[in-house]
């Protein structure tokens, strides 16, 4: 029987990449900002699509409780808690309805997920994507907090479900998506360097695969990557 | 209560009404500042300090408080101290108090630096509480632990873009003090006399905050544990959960 999977933030970026490589051999409940039709084009085939914007967390939740209800699933094998935005500039100037939007969107609403998910979760696997922003970045200083609470949240977690649920945490380095567009930022010649979704996506099923709570998605293991494309 | 002279050097201090802010208030006031507390509750009746009473968790509060916390300055030394907690299974305490914590513990001193910086109401230093969970973990509140990690990252993100204002910024990380409220949260039989006095925490955060230092512990026992949380990953948390998860009897919020 194939596993239950839900992706949130599947409709771009690294989620999307994940719900490609997962397509086919997992039942798929992907989230998303975007309307449904909007969605389909981009999903892969036979997977179930549900509106969620991570912004309005105990609404995003609700939806996603819903779907799976409606779905029939009592159980997931896997959730990946994976939607993120942020916002980009000089801290000072951040206004405060962005730093409240956020910690909203990425951290709070993981929060209401996992809250709502637990039950399902019972013998499966929460993830949480992370970021290597987590440790500190001055044009990104809300969006590193929320995501260094994404953190401490698994850390702790991870230990208090021990032998019910695994909870891991995975940090990704750059990938060349559009959240940094959209959060108004130009990485200029440096994008060159990011990784591709589809090779953090490969690199991130590798990291579910290990025993570790907490994997970060480095460089140089970007770079063990890119140069053994065999290691599927 | 005091009225605000402009000779003294002024401080900004939340949460200062009790525990470890109102070991900051105090300290403060006598070391000859002039002393705001933006509090929940007002500030002891017996307290020099300037109170500002505003409920940190409440978004159309804190905007309405903005002002005046601001033309109250400037400060010459910021203290993001109020937080609340909540201890118990994570599915056991209500959503609604989570989004509390989250709103008092992060969101708040957030919205609140970066207000205050913006408006060059600090002419010295900030100092950000979060929490010696930031090197372990915290089975049994998880989302207190998340509040204090995302605090310390904001605080380090910060640290150099306000550095070019002219403000340092300093990350605390106390252990468990020989506060209300720390005794509110802990399990049955933990022992009071070994948590560090709030005083003596007070002291050394306030010295290392003065002289810029990036981060500081409550005492070298919290430094002690910091240091094992890194080394020792898995035992340390293994030993929180035994300590505070597995001896919860109550679900506190």
Redesign the interface.
């Known amino acids: 029987m194939k596993p239950n999977i839900l992706i949130t933030g599947a409709t771009s970026g690294i989620g999307a990449a994940l719900a490609a490589r997962y397509a086919g051999r997992a039942e798929l409940l992907l989230a998303g900002r975007m309307p449904e039709l909007e969605a389909m084009p981009i999903l892969p085939a036979n997977a179930h699509y549900v509106v969620a914007d991570q912004s309005a967390p ?1 609404v995003a939740a609700s939806n996603i409780m819903a779907a799976l209800d409606l779905l029939g699933w009592e159980s997931l094998d896997l959730a990946v808690l994976n939607a993120g935005s942020g916002w980009s500039g ?5 206004p ?1 309805g962005s ?2 939007n956020t ?1 909203e969107a990425n ?2 609403a993981a ?2 997920l ?2 709502g998910l ?2 399902l979760l019972s013998g499966g696997r929460l993830v949480l994507i992370g970021s290597t922003a ?5 044009l ?3 969006y ?10 698994a ?7 021990r032998g019910r649920t695994k909870v891991q945490v995975i940090h990704p380095g750059p990938v060349r998506t559009d959240i940094h567009a959209k959060a108004g930022f130009d990485p200029g010649r440096a994008r060159r360097f990011f990784t591709s979704p589809e090779t953090m996506a490969r690199l991130l099923e590798r990291a579910l695969a290990s025993r570790r709570s907490r994997r970060t998605i480095s460089f140089p293991r970007y770079l063990a990557a890119a140069v053994t494309p065999w290691l599927r | 209560m005091a009225q605000i002279t402009g000779r003294r050097p002024r401080a900004l201090a939340t949460g200062g009404s009790e525990g470890l802010g109102g070991a900051f208030v105090e300290l403060l006031l006598a070391s000859g500042y002039d002393v705001v507390s933006v509090d929940r509750n007002a500030p002891p009746a017996a307290s020099m300090a300037v109170g500002i009473i505003c409920d940190l968790a409440d ?1 159309v509060a804190l ?1 309405r408080n903005l002002d005046a916390i601001v033309a109250a300055g400037p400060y010459r030394l910021v203290l993001f101290n109020a937080g609340v907690s909540a201890t118990g ?3 056991a305490v209500p ?1 609604e108090a ?2 509390r914590l ?1 709103a008092v513990n ?2 708040a001193p ?2 609140l630096a ?2 205050l ?2 408006a060059d109401a600090v002419n010295g230093h900030l100092c950000f509480v979060s929490s010696l ?2 090197f ?8 207190y ?10 605080a ?7 550095a070019q ?1 002219g403000v340092s910024v300093t990350v605390a990380y106390p252990g468990p003090l020989r506060t209300a409220h720390a005794a509110r949260h802990a399990p049955p039989g933990a022992s009071v006399e070994r948590r560090t006095d709030p005083a003596a925490a007070a002291r050394h955060i306030v010295g290392a905050a003065l002289a810029g230092r990036a981060a500081v512990y409550s005492d070298a026992r919290a430094r002690m544990l910091a240091l094992a949380g890194r080394l020792m990953p898995d035992l340390t ?2 030993a ?2 035994r300590v505070i ?1 597995d001896r919860l009897d109550r679900d506190v919020w």
């Open positions: 105990e000089d801290p000072a100037s951040e405060a730093i409240r910690l951290l709070v929060i209401a996992a809250y637990s039950p987590r440790r500190g970045a001055p990104f200083a809300s590193a907090a929320a995501k260094a609470g994404l953190d401490g949240l850390r702790s977690l991870a230990e208090e479900w | 978004r905007d299974r994570f599915e959503l989570y989004r989250v992060t969101e957030m919205v970066s207000a910086v913006n969970s930031h372990t973990g915290y089975p049994g509140a998880a989302v632990a998340a509040s204090k990690d995302a605090l310390a990252a904001y380090k993100s910060v640290r150099k873009p306000f204002r948390i293994r929180m959960r998860f």
